[in-house]
């Protein structure tokens, strides 16, 4: 019902800057979150940024202040600014979306993730 597309990740030198975006499509379903998260080789899964519907943020401790997350709810779009990028910020980003779905007799929460998108960062 709910499918992500992500791009805008890529090869990038330290200091540099990458923007992420994330589009969500179908139909029969609302948003509340909208977030990314991201997985290095032998890492567990980590949250990055996220955003609620009414307005609420929420950042790792070791990208606040250079990550921005933004969304347009109208295109059901999210998004991730990332600047002054570090070697440690290489991994495969994930976007990941939540809310209701109610396409169905009766409404459920869900929970969908992207395909992922390769950031790496190196000189």
């Known amino acids: 019902q709910v499918q992500l597309v992500e791009s805008g990740g890529g090869l990038v030198q330290p200091g540099g800057s990458l923007r992420l975006t994330c589009a969500a499509s179908?139909?029969?379903?609302?948003?509340?979150?909208m977030g990314w998260y991201r997985q290095a080789p032998g890492k567990e899964r980590e949250l990055v940024a996220r955003s609620l519907s009414y307005g609420s943020t929420s950042y790792s401790d070791s990208v606040k202040g250079r990550f921005t997350i933004s969304r347009d709810n109208a295109k059901k779009t999210v998004y991730l600014q990332m600047n002054s990028l570090k070697s440690e910020d290489t991994a495969v980003y994930y976007c990941?979306?939540?809310?209701?779905?109610?396409?169905?007799?009766?409404?459920?929460?869900?929970?969908?993730w992207g395909q992922g998108t390769q950031v790496t960062v190196s000189s």
């Open positions: 179908g139909s029969g379903f609302s948003i509340n979150a």
């Open positions: 990941n979306v939540e809310g209701k779905d109610y396409s169905g007799t009766f409404y459920k929460d869900f929970s969908s």
